[in-house]
């Protein structure tokens, strides 16, 4: 049964930064299973953060009983969307269908493909690869007066750094999506972030020249951080949901980093937890900000929802006995690897190992032979978290741990790995 306030709850969750027509839009959603489609460019092989906001907003969507079109581009896949930072390297035709196929893994186990409002995978590929140069400008490109191209704001700022034809025509093609879309399917809203609105709203000025049909548009917003800066960012580089190109227990750190500040608005937009649970945690990080319970559960919900429960338990384990309260030994092989590459350390080769002293200075963990005596004597240095006695210990192939590390620690808080092999 369609809820009819879903709009109150995106507007809530603040993930509503423009909408065309909001009293059309929300009486469209009150009235019956609204079609609705949201696009993804393969323009790497994982999704990110920011796409994560979208296919989060997409379940809400079809959890209030509308039905989803998941669009992965495998034609615009081929261009991309115009970056204010420049062109985009062009991919080769065979790794856009590799990574179409990526992408499409990462969305489908947050939709469900059964029930009156399944879900449906579609590829504009499909509607665009046969179409000829003539009929595309003939039937789309008319209806695209240039100086409303060149007002975009993307547009205007890559005037003077350069844009080529490729990428200023990307409106065309996504716009051309909708209006496929809403003939094939009798899709009537569209949805993405922020900076693709002018991209929304051209697709809706293009239904209403070709077919005289109005049809609506959404856009969440961009989330930043409290100095303004964007999201999606670790130490390693964007915040990837592929395990593969981001481990879980990265993953799941990252979200244990969040500011105070931001606590809140992220555990509406990422979450899944009811009003009352939301503003709980929230008023426990204003009273109690060391414990850290937004931050915890933030991590735990976004972790499973994205890599499962299981990745959580082990993020969890490893992170305890990385900090001195936990088994090594307990950590599964890969979580421990990726864990000790995300915090940095060594790597040395197998056989003779060096002595313990200049594994901490080789670790980064000191800056000296004399630095890391010292914190030895004054019992700060853990070799696989047992405190070194001995400034003249010499590790052996028997101290690994995980087949092929040597976890340090000096103090409390600061580990690392050396990976011997």
Do not use: C
Not at 234 to 256: C, I, K, N, R, V
Not at 338 to 350: I, N, Q
């Amino acid at each position: 049964m369609t809820t009819p306030n879903v709009l109150d709850e995106l507007e809530w969750r603040g993930l509503i930064a423009h909408s065309t027509d909001r009293d059309a839009l929300r009486a469209a959603l009150g009235e019956g299973s609204v079609r609705f489609y949201v696009g993804f460019d393969p323009t790497a092989p994982s999704l990110h953060m920011g796409h994560l906001v979208q296919v989060l907003t997409a379940r809400r969507l079809q959890e209030a009983g509308h039905t989803p079109y998941a669009l992965v581009g495998g034609a615009t896949g081929m261009i991309g969307d115009p970056r204010d930072s420049g062109e985009r390297t062009l991919h080769s035709s065979d790794t856009v269908r590799e990574w179409v196929e990526r992408v499409r893994g990462q969305i489908e186990p947050f939709l469900s493909f059964d029930g009156d409002n399944a879900a449906t995978m579609v590829n504009n590929h499909d509607w665009t690869a046969s179409l000829s140069v003539i009929d595309f400008l003939r039937d789309i490109g008319k209806h695209f007066p240039v100086n409303r191209m060149l007002a975009r704001d993307t547009v205007k700022r890559r005037l003077e750094s350069g844009i080529s034809y490729t990428e200023f025509s990307y409106v065309l093609l996504q716009s051309m999506d909708y209006l496929e879309l809403h003939r094939q399917h009798g899709i009537t809203l569209q949805f993405g972030g922020s900076d693709q609105w002018g991209n929304l709203t051209a697709g809706v000025d293009l239904i209403r020249r070709t077919d005289g049909a109005h049809v609506h548009a959404l856009a969440t917003p961009l989330l930043t951080k409290s100095d303004g800066t964007k999201y999606g960012k670790t130490e390693g580089g964007a915040l990837w949901l592929d395990p593969a190109m981001l481990s879980p227990y990265a993953f799941h750190q990252f979200w244990l980093n969040a500011e105070d500040e931001k606590v809140g608005e992220l555990l509406r937009v990422f979450t899944f937890l009811s009003r009352e649970e939301i503003e709980d945690l929230e008023q426990q990080t204003a009273d109690k900000p060391f414990l850290r319970a937004g931050q915890k559960r933030l991590a735990d919900e976004v972790t499973a929802l994205v890599h499962g429960a299981d990745e959580v338990e082990q993020a969890k384990a490893a992170a305890a006995a990385l900090f001195g309260g936990g088994d090594l030994a307990g950590i599964k092989p890969d979580t421990l690897a990726s864990a000790l590459r995300e915090a940095g350390g060594t790597t040395v080769p197998a056989g003779d190992l060096p002595g313990i002293l200049d594994l901490f200075v080789a670790a980064g963990l000191v800056a000296s032979k004399g630095e890391a005596r010292r914190t030895v004597a004054e019992g700060g240095a853990y070799l696989n978290n047992v405190r070194v006695e001995d400034p003249e210990l010499r590790p052996t192939e028997a101290d690994l741990v995980g087949g092929s590390w040597l976890v340090l620690r000096r103090g409390k808080k600061r580990f690392a790995g050396v990976e011997v092999g």
